[in-house]
């Protein structure tokens, strides 16, 4: 059992090393590619800056290409990841206008960042060389937000507490209603126009209010 249980041991080990070193080169490369651009930047960059040699970055993406749409794979689902996991069910006697609202202000909070927009930004500079970007950006950022939000309104109509006959619509809805504005301005006007707090409660329950209007029972 000491001998299964050593192997087993050093098996964990060397996948968990294995999985630092794939961390460390897409970190590297969203560094690199971030303040660089596509072209600005070479594999031999980003194994000195990750740390691992040049061969051991091809062990694990097979071109720069490949690295590049795994970088925005990552980048974006690591912001749904903090916008959607660990989210508490609405229950009973809550707040629906709070709740949603405070789910707004997470969503608005996470996307209005400096390293997230320059990811949008850097996606829609390489779209048309790279059409996939764009299909990695959109499944991880608003295709996941919409189906979230789709399932959210699905049980709540479910529970009676809204008035939605297409979920997927509402969702749609409320995704834009709270994102248009201000992403568009931070995208076209530089980190200067990313809202306060202050802003972002404002906009969120803004935008809430008049979904609410159209949805509420």
Same mark, same amino acid.
Request: hydrophobic share 45%; glycine share 8%; net charge positive.
């Given at each position: 059992?000491? #001998?299964?249980?050593?192997?087993? =041991?050093? #098996?964990?080990?060397?996948?968990?090393? /294995?999985? *630092? %070193?794939?961390? #460390?080169?897409?970190?590297?490369?969203?560094?690199?590619?971030?303040?660089?651009?596509?072209?600005?930047? @070479?594999? *031999? *960059?980003?194994?000195?800056? /990750?740390?691992? !040699?040049?061969?051991?970055?091809?062990?694990?993406? /097979?071109?720069?290409?490949?690295?590049?749409?795994?970088?925005?794979?990552?980048? @974006? =689902?690591?912001? @749904?990841?903090?916008?959607? =996991?660990?989210?508490?069910?609405?229950?009973?006697?809550? *707040?629906?206008?709070?709740?949603?609202?405070?789910?707004?202000?997470?969503?608005?909070?996470?996307?209005?960042?400096?390293?997230? +927009?320059?990811?949008?930004?850097?996606?829609?500079?390489?779209?048309?060389?790279?059409?996939?970007?764009?299909?990695?950006?959109?499944?991880?950022? &608003?295709?996941?937000?919409?189906? $979230? +939000?789709?399932?959210?309104?699905?049980?709540?109509? %479910?529970?009676?507490?809204? !008035?939605?006959?297409? &979920? !997927?619509?509402?969702?749609?809805?409320?995704?834009?209603?709270?994102?248009? #504005? &201000?992403? =568009?301005?931070?995208?076209?006007?530089?980190?200067?126009?990313?809202? $306060? &707090?202050?802003?972002?409660?404002?906009?969120? @329950?803004?935008?809430?209010?008049?979904?609410?209007?159209?949805? !509420?029972?």
């Amino acid at each position: 059992m000491k #001998a299964v249980r050593k192997k087993t =041991n050093k #098996a964990g080990g060397r996948t968990q090393r /294995s999985a *630092d %070193k794939r961390e #460390a080169i897409l970190e590297a490369a969203a560094t690199l590619f971030l303040r660089g651009g596509y072209l600005g930047v @070479s594999m *031999d *960059d980003i194994a000195e800056t /990750s740390g691992v !040699s040049k061969q051991t970055v091809y062990v694990y993406f /097979s071109n720069k290409e490949a690295l590049f749409v795994a970088m925005v794979s990552a980048l @974006s =689902n690591a912001a @749904s990841d903090r916008v959607h =996991n660990d989210v508490a069910e609405f229950r009973e006697g809550d *707040d629906l206008e709070g709740y949603l609202t405070a789910y707004a202000v997470r969503q608005l909070q996470i996307v209005l960042t400096p390293r997230i +927009l320059k990811l949008r930004r850097l996606v829609i500079g390489e779209v048309g060389r790279f059409p996939e970007l764009g299909a990695a950006l959109y499944a991880g950022g &608003p295709g996941r937000t919409i189906t $979230t +939000l789709a399932a959210m309104f699905e049980r709540l109509a %479910k529970r009676n507490v809204l !008035s939605v006959r297409n &979920p !997927s619509l509402a969702a749609t809805q409320f995704n834009w209603l709270i994102m248009s #504005a &201000p992403l =568009n301005r931070a995208m076209l006007l530089g980190d200067g126009a990313i809202p $306060t &707090p202050k802003e972002i409660q404002r906009h969120a @329950s803004e935008g809430v209010h008049m979904f609410m209007a159209a949805y !509420s029972k």
